[in-house]
Each structure stands twice: as structure tokens, then as C-alpha cells.
């Protein structure tokens, strides 16, 4: 990931610069699809059930049409509501989560201004003011041009703002393994090692079988060494190269 | 000791260090939330800045292509943000938004302000100008039912409350209003065409409809309708149109910075009166439904409304409100 994204990188006191790996228009529209979802979904939600509410209150029976003439109640608590929860989910929730949003979180990625910080309240706002620009002319075309086009894949609101989108790395990724701070194996198959191992359970059978045989070949292991051994003393054989001992022998 | 072999060692050497780099990440995490105080662990996190900078350094050399070079980019920065950026509360930065940025903005946007009100006037004066020569020219910037509803001598504005309640009016006149204000401004993003055009056909359509009530002998009537929100409404589409003209010219005349860099300088900086914008027009919309189409309340009062809802926004975009003087 981060020997193909682009990085932001801030100065620091220590002389070693903070990087942050900038997120693409691709995952920018994950998140983007996610919010929608959620925005619209709870939009809708709200509009069924006030609008089933209002009109058995009224004597309408469980129906969602609305009203014949102008009725203040109904606008008031239906339909109002409805299209605040559409129109100020991202400004609110960005204000609220420093920067992040539901489909953002899922996404693993933030806003942040570019010193690295949290944007403020003005940069916020005037980075959701600019999607009425980056959703010209339709389906934000100009957004998704823009983040795909330029360098640090910024849309119109986070040029105007002075943002970017960033990776959140997820600390729960990284765990210490032994094989990782002993042995032979090179860090980054021990890091491979031991995910492998932790997605273990998850995967298929025919493709932890393919990968655990890649990763041993990689460990020194020889074809023929490997052919006749079954799933589960492939992963026997992967436990074992993560053993410190084993990993030194 | 072969070169591969040393590299090797002290990768792994460097690695033995991460119990350390997430001892880090939870302190500095603790603090950055506000749980912790303590004089003695803020120290241990400015220690602990300097650590991973260190080792951080190392594994970009020795383990550059490895989550956990991926992980101490990432506790890194964490820290960094803690020390440097300090505590993000919501309520703290609503205050500074109000008291600071709004003012300074404002005070930034005066030449702006200027302009966009004299083009607002020039094109209101044109407008009542061209419909005052040629009548039938109001077909262009009103609806059929306004000029039937002025031709026979009433104002559209009558009896509005008899078919629209004031809340909902209230609220289709805010809405619409903010999403003028709004387009004013981002429509800076074109250049500032995109502003002029808005602001110049918001002040043709208001000249052209006062010369056309006038010639019928509404002109009284509908001064004594808009004046209760008019004064706020159209400062703030003259202050929207401000923003949106700093904006364009950025991108006109970007001067010595880069296009980008003073395209973000100008919208970050004229951002702030948008809200004040947006916050103005949601008074203002309340005005124009509950009070303006109110036929019992007297004239006088409409005025002292009008004339004291602009004293307020005047005190809110100067910082007054707040105790503070304005910005030269």
C-alpha cells in the first residue's frame, strides 16, 4: 500500500518526517457509497415511519402518502427531518467524528488538514459547501474526475479546504509474533507467516493449502519435502518455521 | 559478519523493541483523549516521540516493505499529532469559529463586500430601469402568476398565509434562500462567473419587479413586505456573493502563490462568513413567514424588525456580539 499511494509528509521536531499515505479515488468512493447507503437508509427510515405514524394519528390508516394540502405538522416532522438526515449527515457527523464518517471508518480512512491535524470547523464546512460543485453534473462526475486525476487525489471540497484523505493504519494489523524478533526468516515472510496463520480458519482449504506451500517454499522448504503433506500438517509445518528455536536451527 | 547477515540481526534487534512502540501508541492515545493529566506521562510521551522517531528511521532502512514499518508510520504520526496538535473539542472550536474566524473573515472580504454591493445595486438599477422603459420585458425575470396577481391590482404575497402555513413557508424560504447563498459561493469555483451571474440576475429580478409593482402602485406594499427580512436577506446575498468573487479571483489573478495553493487561502478564509450566511438566512426565512406576510402587524414594527435583525448580524460579523472590536 504505501509503495504506490502517495504520501503526505509533515516536518517534525525529531528531523524524521511524518508520513501519511494518501487514499485514492477508489476508496474514496467506497466510503462515499457506504455514507450514501447509511444516509439514505435512515432518510427513508424516518420518512416511513413518521409518515405511517402521522397519518394513523390522523385517521389515514398506515399509509406513507402525504397530506392533500399544506399541513405544518407533517412538514415538521416528516418530511423535514427526512431530508436534514440526507442533506447534513456529512457535514455533522464530519464535525462530530473529527473528520470521519461512518463509510470512512468502514473504509479505514480519515480527513485531515495538511499538517497532519484534525481539520477545523471552517475547513470542514467548507469542504462539504464544495460538494454542490464536486456533484456536477451528476453522480459528483467532477469529485471523481478530480480525485482520480490529480496527484494527491483531492476532490474540489479538499482543494477549497486545504484536506486530504488518509489511511487510517489499523494497529490491531501488527502483532508481535516470535518469529518476527528471532530466527532466520527475513521480517516481512514472518509477517506473512503469521497472517497467514491467523486467517487460517477463514480461508478455503484448496487456497491456505497453495499459500502455506508458497510461504515454506519461501522458508527453504523443497517441493519435494512439501508434496505429501496435508492441510493440517502444513499448518503444523508453518507453526513450527515461526518457532524461535526452529527458526534459528 | 556478512552485510546480509548484519542487516538482518538488527532488523530483528529492532523488532524486539515493539512491546515499547505499543506501550506508546496507549499512552499517547490516553492523553490525546483527555484521561490523563499527569506532568510525568506527558514526559514519558515527548520520550516516546523521540524513541519511535529513532526506530522509526531504522525500519524505513531495514525494514522498509513490512507491516511493522506500516505500524511505527502509523504510532508516529499518532504521537506527532498529540504533542503538536493538542486536544480537538467541538465546543471549543464553535466558539473560535464565532468570535475569531467569522470577524476576521468578514474583515478580509470588505473589499469584496464592496464590489458585490455595488454590482448588486447596478444591476437592481438596471433592472428597474429596463422593465420601467419596457413593461412587457417582466415576462423575463417573473412568473405568469405574479404579473396576473399584480395586474389585478394585488400583491402575490396576500393571503400566502391562507394557503401556506408560516412554519412550512418559513422553511421552503430558508432552504431556497441558503442554496442561493451557497451556490453564490461555491460558483466562485468558475472563475467568479458563475457568482456574477447569480448576483447580477438576483439584482435584475429585484429592480424588474419593483419597477413593475410600481408602475401598478404595489411599490409601497411590497417595500413594507420585504422590509422585515429584506435588509438581512439581501446583505447576506451580497456578503455570499463577496466570498464567492474572493474565490474566483484567486483562481483569476492567484499572484505569487500557485493557482491551488491561493484558490485554498481565499476559500478557507472567506468559509466562515458562509456560515454566518447560512445561520443570518435561517432568521431571516423565520422573518419572511411569520412576520412579513402578516398583514395585522403594523408597518413600524416590520421596520423596527428589519432594521434591528441587521443591527445583529452587523454586531455578529464585526465580533461586537462577542465583545470584540472590529478588525480595520
Redesign the interface.
Known sequence: ???VAPQLS?D?????D???PIAGAGVRSYAFVVDWHIRVVLALAWYAAAGLLYNYAHGAGFSLAPPDA???RW??AVL?PSLALYFLYHPVLE??M?GSTPGKRLAGVRVVAR????P????L??RN??R??DSLPLAYGLGLVLAALTREHVR?GD????TLLIY??A?A??A?TPA?????L???TA?LVA?LLSRWPRLTVPARTALARALLARCGRSAQELAPLDDAALRGALVAVTRPAAAGA | MSEEARR?AL??AL??R??LW?QA?TRARRFSRGRSDDPAEAARVADD??LL??D??RARAL?P???????L?????GV??TL??GD?R?GA??R??FRG?IPASVAWLKPYLVWATLLFVLAAVAGYALVDRFPELIALFASPDLIASVESGKLWTEGLLN??????LS?QILANNIAVS??A???G?LFGLGTLYILGLNGLMLGAVFAFVARHGLAGALASFIVAHGCVELSVMCLSAAAGGA?GEALVRPGSRGR?AA??VA??RS??A??ACALLLVGAGLIEGFVSPQPRIPVSVKVAIGVGYWLFMVALLSGRLWGRRPAP
Not at chain 1, 477545523?120 to 475547513?123: D, E, M, P, T
Not at chain 1, 518476527?180 to 532466520?184: I, P
Not at chain 2, 394557503?163 to 412550512?168: A, K, N
Open positions: 500500500m504505501s509503495e509533515v517534525s521536531a525529531t528531523g524524521i511524518v508520513t501519511l399544506y399541513d405544518a412538514f415538521g423535514v464535525l462530530l473529527r499538517d497532519g491535524s484534525a477545523g470547523v471552517g475547513a464546512l467548507v459547501v464544495f454542490l460543485i474540489c482543494l477549497a479546504a486545504g487510517e493504519t494497529s494489523g501488527f508481535l518476527s524478533t528471532a530466527g532466520s527475513d521480517v516481512a509477517e497472517e | 538482518h532488523a530483528h523488532l524486539k515493539a512491546t505499543q501508541e516521540y523521540r522517531a529513532h522509526l528511521a525494514v516493505q513490512s507491516r511493522a514499518r506500516e505500524y508510520e502509523s504510532v508516529y504520526a506527532h499529532a503538536n496538535h480537538w467541538l472550536a464553535l473560535q469559529l474566524h394557503i401556506v402555513p408560516s412554519s412550512v422553511v451557497l451556490f459561493y461555491c460558483s469555483f474565490v491551488a484558490f485554498r476559500a478557507l468559509g466562515p458562509l456560515l
